[in-house]
């Protein structure tokens, strides 16, 4: 009965290591698509017109909001990153901690 309970804990930490995974992926590529962003505005010139594709319509926006929007979508995309981080990291302490009850039994 214990070894079942274990395997059953073992494969719900399994899929909760994975599911963090991909999250971490999706992140860190989001991440890397807003910094390039950044660095593309960072690189305008003043004065140059920017625009923002919202649906099927660009509409222009000051170069210093969008910059401003991405540098805070950035700081919230950090955050999220270490919450994450912070996740994986009980996670993998969890799943450590089955694996050594497996192996006591």
Known sequence: KEATELNEKY???QAAMA???SSIQQINVTVNE???VKKELEGMKEG???Y???GPVLIHVDRSEAL???ENRLKLLQRQQDDLAEKAKKESDN?????DAFIKL
């Open 11 to 13: 494969q719900k930490s």
């Open 19 to 21: 599911a963090l995974d």
């Open 34 to 36: 807003n910094t390039s």
């Open 48 to 50: 140059q017109k920017v």
């Open 52 to 54: 923002k594709l919202v």
């Open 68 to 70: 401003s929007n991405v």
């Open 95 to 99: 799943y450590k901690s089955i694996e």
